[in-house]
């Protein structure tokens, strides 16, 4: 069975425990920033920074509120950017966790078109042209020890196990949020390995909260017509 996890972000307070666990894991360097104004920091992702906890002020019905939300990468079920790769060495879905994952080979790929077909602006690109992201931290996972960022998080905003689990823990915070807030959601549940529970409208958080296919124009089915046009020609031609 795939690996889910599923964040909640009525229970996140920003600590930030999980963007610093998944630095630490990893290896990765801090990137240097300027004072911005704001609590949210680095202001993106990068290649050297995986997780990171975007932080709005917004108002809603008159009140100010503080909306958390620790972007990653979803790990989508069928990922526009393994697709829109077409080279298993470079981009392949372990088959026991659902974890997307890239390798050094991605160098040798179309690194815009890569990040253009995710529909969550997830890729960077490092100087040397490969692509990096998180990996769901494949190497704890597979030795049965938990992502670097829920073992860290205080909450219990960040959870992780079996993808059945995480959907049934997702629909019983999402009741209890509801009670509260009845635009509370889980966004595209079906479609990604990483499940957000938010009480408000999901564009308040952050504008790739959800996968968008107006903006992207991005499918399975567009991203295989996509890999398939090099060939366009060759069948015309013999038909």
Sequence with gaps: MSKSFFIDTTLCTACRACQVACKEWHD???????NSGSYQNPPDLSFDTYKL????????????RWLFFPDQCRHCIEPPCLETAGDPRAIYKDPQTGAVIYTARTRELDADE???????????KGPDGILAKC???????QNGLLPACVKTCPTGAMNFGE???????????LATAKKKFPKASLLDPDDVSVIYLVDFDPELYYEHAVASARSYGITRQAALKKMLRPFSGIVSSLG
């Design 53 to 64: 906890v975007r932080m709005k002020d917004v108002i809603i019905d008159g009140k100010v």
């Design 28 to 34: 990765l360097p801090a990137d240097k920033t300027v």
């Design 163 to 173: 993808r059945e689990e995480m959907l049934s823990l997702a629909q019983e915070h």
């Design 135 to 141: 990996d769901m931290c494949i190497d704890r996972v």
């Design 114 to 124: 890569i990040i253009e077909s995710c529909p969550y602006n997830i890729p960077r």
